[in-house]
Structure formats: C-alpha cells, structure tokens
C-alpha cells in the first residue's frame, strides 16, 4: 500500500498517484465505495448500459470487422515487462516534458469528437479535468464544443489541436487561428481520417450525429468561416440543422484525399499563425511515411491506426511503433496511441520508443458514465496504476523504461496481431486472422468488447505459442476437430499441409504444451484389475480441473457414499451344485440388444479427458456390446458421435451396432429443446431420457475450488464455462440455460416434440413412480445424479427396494434402469435381482476413457468377468432366471419408507393462511 506519510513524496513533481488506491480503499469506512469499477470490461459494460444506442454505435465501432482493433490489443501480449528488484522506488517521479510543457505523466488525452453523444457537456468536463491531472489534452475538429469554450475550460492545462483540413483552405486558416487564440500549442493534422471508413453498426444504423443536427457540431457551427459558407449555400443553420450538420461534417470529411505536396503549406501556415509551435504528422504506421514527414521537418509524429477504426486489417500501432522507432527514434518526437487499456500498455509502448502515448476509448467510458467524475476516476485510476506499476517492477522515472525493460516474443510468433494468422490442425492450413473476433462466445467483431477479447485470450495465447505451427494438440484439448471447419468459412481453408516442407525443427512443439494427463504416470492398463484402480488412476493423469469436475458431489457427499455403500448392505444367497458352465449376460433395454446389462449414463465433456472424448467411449462401448447415453452436454455434436461409431468395428461376435439414447436438459429457450428432439430423432437415437433430478445445479464444492477454463464450451447445448465469485463449478455454471420450470404438465409438450420412448432419468421416490405411470411414460432411471444434486437424497438402489415395497406394478407398466455407486459385477447382479432392466455406469467409463477406448473395453471386460462369475456363483446361467428372493436385504429393510407421503408418526403439517 501506498505510505502518504513516505518522507519522498515532498522531493517528486508530481502526486502521488499511487495514493489513489489508498483513498479508494478507505472510502468504504466512510459508508461510500468508489464511483465505479475501472476494469476495462466494466467501463465498456457500464457505458453502454448508459449511452444510447446511437452514442454506443459511435464510440464501439470499428473499420470493417474489427481486425485492426484485435491487433492492436494482441500486440501488447506479445511483450512482457522485466521487473527489477531492490530498487529504491521510494525515490520515483512519473513526470515528463511534451514541447516544452511539464507534465505530470507520458499520458494524454487523445482526441475525440462528438462527445455531446456521451454527456450533455461534450468536451468540458474532460478539458478541465485534464487540466487538473495536467495532462495534455487534444481537441478534435469534429468537437461538439467550440474551441474557444473548451480553452477556457482547460485554463493553464496543456493543450493540442487535432486538424482534420478541410479542402476549403480559408476555413482551415480559421480553425488553426482560433486554436492558437484560444491558447492550444500544438497542431496534430490527421492524415488517416479524411474519409470515414465502413463501420458496419455506424453506418446500418444511419448514426453519425452531425447529420441529424449540427448541435452536435458546435465547432463548427461556431466558426466564422463555416457560417459564412451556410449563407453562401443558402441554409438556415436554426431551421436546417440537418442540412448545416451535413454540410460540416462534409468538410471536414471530404473523401478528398492530399498528397505529400500540401505538408509544407500546412505546417507553414501553422507556424505563421502559432509563431513557431510544433506540428505534428498523426496517423503514421510505415516506415518510409515516418522518414518521408522527418525529411520535412514536422516537429512530431503520432504512430496510430485511429485505434482500429479507419482501415481493417492493417497492422497493429505497437509493432509499426518498434520499426518506425528504430528508423527515426533520433531524429523526431515519437507520440502513440491506438488500444491503449491500462498501465501496462503505457509502459510498453514507452518501452519500445514512445516518448508519449495517448489514450481515448477508456476516457470516453469514462465520460459516458459519470460525466466530469467518471473521466476523472478513470484518468486518476490509470495514473495510480501507471505509478503503482513502476513501483512494483523497479523503475524511479519514465526515461529508465527502455526496450531492456520488456522481453518480447518474435515478430513472427505474433501472427494475430498481423494480416495472416495461419495455424495447422489436422494437416490443414487455416487462416485464423480474424478467428478472434468470433470465439468463444459469438461476439459481434464489430463491436468487439474487452471483456470478449480477454474471454478469448487463452486460445489467442496457444496461437500465439503455435502460430505458423502444428496446435492440433492444443486445439484437441479445448474442442472438436470439426468445430474449426463447421465455424470458418472454406475461404479461410488455405490448404493441405505439405509434409514433404516440414523440417525437424518446425516439429518440436513449443515448450510448456499443455496436457490432458501425465502419459507418463499413467499405469499400463494390463495392471489394472478393478473398478476401483481405474478410480485411483485417473486420480493421478488427469488434470486438477477434470478430477475435480468428475469425481466431485454434492456438499458433504453422504448420498455419493451411500449409492457405492448401500450395495454392500445387501447380502446374495447362493446355490449350489447347478451346471453352471456357460452364462449368458445378453438382456434387452429399450427394445435394444445388448450384449451386457450395463451401459454409459450420460456424462458431459468426455472431452475433458481424452482428445476424442464421446467419440472414443461409443467406440469402446460398441466392441462390447454394450449402449451409450449421449448428454445434452456432450463436448461433440452428435452427429459426429454418430459418424464415429459408423466408422468403428461392431462387436466381434455378433456384429451389432451400438444403441444410442438422448439426455435432454430441457432449455429455458424451449424451441431449442425442440429442435433438439427432432434432430436426434432423424438421427437414429432409440430413446429419450429426461434429466427431472437437476432443476438447478447441486453445490459441488471440489469441483467450484478449481477454476474452469473459460475457452470450454458444450456444441449442443451451446453452454460456456467461466468463472465467478461462486468459484469455477462447471456443472453449475454450464447448466445456467436449464429450465427450473419443468413440471408433468410438460410431458404433453415432450409428447409433441418427439415420437420417440420417453424416460425420466432421476426419480427418487416411489411416489413420482407412480405419477411417471399415470402419465404414459415408457420408463425411468432410478437415479440421483451420482450423488452430485441433493445430498442426502437416498441411495439409487434403496429406491429400487422402495418401489419394490410400494409400487410393485411399476415393473410391469415401464422400464426400470438404474445408475449410481456400481462399482462391481455383484452390485450390477443385485440390481437386475430388484428389478432393473439395464444399469448405467458413468464416471467409472469416463476414468476409463483415460486409456482411450481401450481402456473402455478393459474396464466393460472386468465387469462382465465379475458379472459373470456372480452369476455362476449364485447358479444363474441367464439374466431371465434372477429374482429379489436371490438377496438379503433385512440390513437395509428398515430404510424402506412407507407408502404415501406421511412421516410414520411426525404428523405437522404447516396451517393453512386464512
């Protein structure tokens, strides 16, 4: 924290900014927090809630698709700041001199027009607190305040004028005459802006203020000359304002473009008027433009792309910054701006040769939301930071930051942030450049936001990493391989890799690739022999995230203990002396053939734990026999789940196909579920199962501790991860788009939706048995989530007795399935004997998916061998000969309710409100 008692703030020039921070966190011991959040996401959220939609159009949008605007913010991760130790920072200024003015930090206002759109007082309230700051500030020809207003708005403060010429070279000769009148002391002429470029919402929405009334144009409006030109066309500023605000906005931008040739006239005119003050060139971005405007003797140049919003695709400021630097850094004042966020993006820009950097959109937010308080929260919480940051990384003056001062990455690694981003997946080129723009999240590129653009920076970092290489590995990790080509146009394909090019080094990954697991903890598969050393392996290989994800349950997991525990309670009885030589373990479920009866509860993003995720467990399923349940939640469409298992080998022996079912989580968008039903009906799926247990999702602690990688995203419920004050829980943050309003009424709808057999997956009571009955359904899945929804919700196999007590005749009228704590071949043998058709085994088969779908089939084998050792213990040959009479279960008979809602002998019941 900032000490305001440290004897060295009486020998700086300047504030200390840092105490900013301090006032910041008092204020709540005052009863009051700060005005607001200055997170740059925040200020963008924040801005447009208050602006209108024309006011936000306007300050967001950017030329075309917004490349330039990406490159721009990605340039600046490509540079990493080297902090310095045990310095005496005690001891710092954050002072610097721009043309002869003292100021109090590199940091200025860049200029904006119109900003009467962001509040009623357009330019005055941020001229005087860049005054205050003394900071410099630049004023735009496109102002909505009149130049002489906005002088005595700033006072002693610092100031500049940004020029956009017009043709009309007396209207010009006025507008620099007043802004030296008015006390500005430098020209910056704009040579980027004398055509507005195509900025998509802008222009789709007819917004461009001026010419809806020149009340957005006082600067204009306000000019001797310009309303000279209004009488001579005939207009009536007060009776045409549409017309007057065109005709400014037509001068200043023309479409007229100059040429080199005007450069001496223009700077010899400023000159004249200014009596000698520097002129400026803003808008430079290549080499031989910088050396040309130095061979001419501008005074300074701008390095700027006007942050992204006048030509798509150009390339970043920051690296036209270092080469422009490093051309005529000796011989010209160098100024810069264009994506300007935080501190950080100061320091490096200085460090790479800026003398003096500007900023603006963080401002104009800024402005939006709290007029003169909000620009002055921004700006002072940005120079806190900026002084906070030398601080902390051990720099006592701006002239100390130097290139020395940041390590950066290749120029060639920096592939997002220049015209071509090409990557290989799968041995196919994609040109990614403006990928960005579109994940995740499908955000308009536009308008692209920062907290959007920090959403995708974890897979902009892996392109930064495997740019002009192989990141088909780290892309496997995250998301199906058919996602890049179903989301990129075919003309981002540039196409087929050619291996015949590739050379030892280009096949070396990058240093620190990320993995799914540890290959080399991962024990051979022939050692493993139960259930339970998969359960201790995939421990050990897969990620902090998905071990927590998968093995987690609700708070205390008593229901999750329980489903595996209550098995043991109940006893077998066996019989002897039967030929029990061949067993058969085939049994139907659904209408469906299996093989085994067990098949794959649905579980989400099997992704998570093996690069071909559902594709790969459907692939190990259908070897044996067996049947899969596909989430709603799966990490692929299942289409190509689908496809995958038309591709692999069926069962050796009798060649069937692997049975399909669907987990629905009905959306609260409900057109959505029923787009859903139709195409996995089309499909081939056998069944519906309808999650009824998770209205909401349950509390699993182990899975919130650990954050959620926010690139992760579900194809067919389209749901995202993130991270919040809650933690990162995947299950309850992905399952936001559930609707809690399902009820029976509903089966109606479901009916409607598809004509396919209808489950409830998750019933619990006898009760709602019963009411499944009444409402025709073709049958249900005793379950409780794997103890992940309700804890203390009873074990799945106790509700299998409780039926058996209370609703015998559910097991004539329905399929009974049952998953949750199947462990071993004697518990699935226990749950066929109360009646099940089939049980699901789901976080067993996705631990197992950790060997691929080899490590499916070991793990279906072992219990099957278990299944069918049990069965010839007990003398059963087939599946069709078990019976409850073949268990004990007086451990657990007293567990058993009664039938009905009554408590046995606690009979309140809460009195009716009259």
């Keep these: 924290m900032s000490d305001p008692n440290n004897p060295n703030i009486k020998s700086r020039t300047t504030p200390q900014w840092a105490l ?21 996401g ?16 306007y300050a967001s949008s950017n030329a075309g698709q917004s490349y330039t605007h990406l490159a721009n913010r990605q340039a600046f991760y490509r540079h990493r700041i080297v902090p310095r130790m045990l310095v005496d920072t005690n001891k710092r200024d954050t002072k610097t001199e721009i043309f002869g003015h003292k100021v109090s930090a590199p940091i200025g206002f860049a200029p904006i027009g119109i900003n009467k759109i962001y509040n009623p007082q357009g330019e005055i309230p941020v001229a005087k607190v860049a005054k205050e700051l003394n900071l410099p500030y630049c004023l735009s020809t496109a102002g909505s305040t009149s130049i002489e207003e906005v002088g005595e708005a700033n006072g002693a403060g610092p100031r500049f004028f940004q020029l956009y010429s017009p043709h009309d070279d007396e209207l010009t000769l006025s507008l620099l005459q007043r802004a030296h009148d008015s006390g500005f002391t430098a020209c910056l002429w704009t040579l980027d802006t004398w055509q507005l470029a195509w900025r998509h919402y802008d222009t789709a929405n007819s917004n461009y203020a001026p010419y809806h009334g020149l009340q957005y144009a006082d600067l204009g409006a306000s000019d001797p000359v310009f309303q000279k030109r209004l009488k001579e066309a005939g207009i009536d500023p007060k009776k045409e304002s549409n017309k007057a605000g065109a005709m400014w906005i037509d001068n200043v931008w023309h479409g007229r473009a100059y040429s080199w040739e005007k450069l001496p006239w223009m700077m010899e005119q400023w000159k004249r008027i200014s009596g000698g003050k520097p002129f400026c060139l803003k808008g430079i971005q290549h080499v031989a433009d910088a050396k040309k405007a130095v061979e001419m003797g501008v005074d300074g140049i701008v390095v700027s792309n006007h942050a992204g919003r006048q030509v798509d695709g150009a390339c970043a400021s920051l690296d036209a910054l270092e080469k422009i630097v490093d051309a005529v850094g000796d011989k010209t004042y160098i100024m810069f701006d264009s994506g300007i966020r935080g501190a950080s993006d100061v320091f490096k820009a200085l460090a790479l040769g800026a003398k003096f950097v500007f900023v603006g959109r963080l401002w104009v937010w800024g402005l939006s939301i709290k007029g003169e308080l909000g620009v002055r929260h921004v700006m002072k919480a940005l120079l806190a930071d900026f002084d906070i940051l030398m601080n902390v990384s051990g720099y006592q003056s701006v002239d100390q930051i130097n290139r020395d001062s940041i390590q950066s990455l290749p120029n060639s690694a920096n592939m997002i942030s220049l015209s071509d981003l090409w990557i290989v997946v799968e041995n196919t080129v994609y040109d990614l450049t403006d990928f960005a723009s579109e994940h995740p999240g499908g955000a308009s590129s536009s308008s692209i936001s920062h907290r959007q653009f920090n959403l995708q920076l974890t897979w902009k970092l892996v392109i930064l990493k495997y740019a002009g290489r192989d990141a088909t590995q780290a892309y ?54 139960s259930t339970h050393d998969f ?87 259908k070897s044996v026999g067996s049947a899969m349940c596909v989430s709603t939640n799966a990490s692929f469409p299942i289409a190509e789940i689908f496809e995958s298992i038309s591709q692999s080998p069926s069962h050796a022996s009798t060649g069937r196909d692997l049975p399909i079912f669907f987990q629905l989580y009905v959306d609260k968008e409900r057109e959505k579920s029923a787009r859903l039903l139709k195409h996995v009906e089309t499909l081939g799926v056998k069944a519906i199962f309808v999650t009824v247990d998770a209205p909401v999702p349950g ?41 809690a309003t399902l009820s029976w009424s509903d089966i109606a709808w479901l009916r409607r939706c598809t004509k396919l057999p209808i489950l409830l997956k998750g019933v619990q009571t006898s009760l709602d048995a019963k009411i499944a009955v009444e409402h025709g359904i073709d049958g249900i899945l005793v379950s409780n989530h794997g103890g992940r929804s309700l804890d203390t919700s009873p074990p799945s196999i106790l509700v299998l007795l409780e039926l058996q007590k209370n609703a015998p005749e559910v097991f004539d009228k329905m399929e009974v399935l049952i998953d949750g704590g199947i462990m071993r071949g004697t518990d699935i043998f226990k749950a066929l004997c109360l009646g099940a058709k089939a ?45 409850p009479g073949m268990l004990n279960t007086k451990a657990v008979d007293h567990l058993i309710p009664d039938a009905g809602e009554d408590h046995p002998y606690a009979k309140w019941r809460p009195k009716a409100r009259i």
């Design 20 to 40: 900013y921070q301090r006032d910041m966190f008092w204020r709540d011991n005052e009863g009051e927090l700060p005005p607001f959040s200055t997170e740059p």
């Design 699 to 739: 509390k699993r602690e182990a899975d919130e501790r650990v954050k959620a990688d926010e690139t992760m995203s579900t194809p067919m419920s389209g749901a995202k991860a993130k991270n919040d004050k809650k933690g990162g829980a995947l299950g309850r943050i992905m399952g936001g788009y559930i609707d």
């Design 42 to 57: 925040d200020l963008e959220d924040l801005a447009k809630e208050t602006l209108s939609k024309g006011g936000w159009y």
């Design 535 to 621: 359960v201790a392996a995939a421990e050990i290989i897969l990620t902090p995230k998905t071990w927590a994800f998968y093995s987690s349950a609700a708070t205390d997991l008593i229901t999750k203990g329980r489903n595996t525990s209550a098995y043991a309670e109940i006893g077998l009885r066996p019989r002897i002396l039967r030929n029990v030589k061949d067993v058969n373990t085939q049994t139907t479920m659904l209408g469906q053939q299996l093989d085994v009866p067990f098949f794959c509860s649905p579980a989400a993003m099997a992704k998570l734990v093996h690069p071909r995720g559902e594709q790969e467990l459907a692939r190990g399923l």
């Design 839 to 883: 049980v699901g085994i789901g976080r067993g088969f996705l631990f197992a998916l950790g060997w691929g779908h080899e490590g499916v089939e070991k793990y279906a084998e072992i219990l099957k061998d278990e299944l069918e050792t049990t069965m010839r213990m007990m003398g059963v040959t087939d599946l069709s000969q078990v019976h």
């Design 476 to 529: 496997a990790e995250v998301h199906a391989s058919s996602l890049i080509t179903s989301t990129l146009p075919a003309s981002k394909v540039v196409g087929t890799l050619d291996l015949s090019s590739i050379t030892d080094e280009w096949i070396k990954p990058p240093p620190e690739v990320s993995s799914t697991n540890a290959p080399d903890s991962k024990p051979p598969l022939d050692t493993l022999i």
